[in-house]
């Protein structure tokens, strides 16, 4: 495709008028092959049944894995175990109380869930409403528009394969028995990349495991081979106001042994599930009248 046609492809689908306006954003229609031999190359690739299952189950908010029906921990509750605690997050738990630390925790969580949700629904065609989805959390409104503008930027300037476009894939690995949902998966001349979103104050050495720990499992998961892994941090202080960091090392290594760590916390056994408790709808004391 010629850089002239991909970017009037995108100007249509992401032009920024459409973002504020709420106009049709709309996953431009393939042209249809003039030929009936061009028609017969393109034809879809065979349909081929996964190795195992791996499936995700939200449990309170969380996300849980599962292979062939053996509970496994996700990789970040691994890494949130037993994996670095960075200089600027040691420093935030000992500056605030618990009950502060952990109220401005889940607004981030919270925060980072919405922007998460929206840039995959924008890659799947979606129109957002920004004023709406901003007034969620009337907090953040500003940090919202500021997030979601500077993924359009990078999304304009980085330039994906529109067609290979792949959004939170739930992927999963066998052999080291633990699971996750990858961001962004696409093509760019011709290279397979994995992409992670944040919306932290910085890039970590947690984060670069993180993507390690996908990549590993994509590949085991799909059989298809990852080229290239990076994170990209929305509404930072940057010129561009994103930072992309394609991470080069590989820190597969460096997550396994973190593993091994959260396995011997555990008296070297996979955790068990978390207990799911139903509650009734309705109680009461006395008979209904």
Not at 6 to 13: A, M, N, P, V
Not at 20 to 45: D, V
Request: net charge positive; charged share 30%; hydrophobic share 35%.
């Amino acid at each position: 495709m010629s850089i002239a046609n991909y970017d009037q492809q995108i100007e249509k689908r992401y032009h920024p008028e459409n973002f504020i306006k709420g106009e049709i954003l709309k996953k431009p229609k393939k042209a249809k092959a003039r030929k009936a031999t061009k028609a017969k190359s393109s034809k879809k690739p065979k349909k081929v049944l996964a190795k195992y299952q791996v499936v995700r189950k939200e449990i309170d908010d969380s996300h849980y894995y599962w292979i062939n029906d053996e509970f496994v921990p996700a990789t970040t509750e691994i890494l949130g175990v037993a994996g670095p605690v960075e200089y600027g997050l040691r420093t935030f738990w000992q500056n605030n109380s618990a009950s502060d630390a952990n109220k401005i925790v889940e607004e981030a969580k919270e925060f980072g869930s919405l922007i998460h949700d929206s840039i995959e629904r924008l890659l799947l065609g979606d129109t957002l409403n920004l004023e709406e989805l901003a007034s969620v959390m009337p907090n953040y409104k500003k940090d919202f528009k500021k997030h979601i503008m500077s993924f359009y930027d990078w999304f304009y300037a980085f330039k994906p394969d529109l067609d290979s476009i792949k959004t939170e894939l739930v992927v999963g690995s066998k052999k080291y028995k633990f699971g996750g949902t990858v961001d962004l998966f696409c093509k760019k001349d011709g290279k397979a990349w994995i992409v992670d979103f944040k919306t932290s104050a910085g890039i970590y050495l947690s984060h670069k495991m993180q993507l390690a720990a996908y990549k590993i499992a994509f590949q085991e998961y799909t059989g298809q081979k990852v080229d290239k892994v990076a994170i990209l941090r929305t509404g930072s202080k940057h010129k561009a106001g994103y930072e992309f960091k394609e991470v080069e090392e590989d820190y597969k290594d460096a997550f396994v042994n973190v593993y091994n760590v959260y396995l011997a916390m555990n008296d070297g056994k996979l955790p068990q599930p978390p207990e799911v408790v139903v509650y009734p709808k309705e109680l009461s004391l006395y008979e209904k009248n």
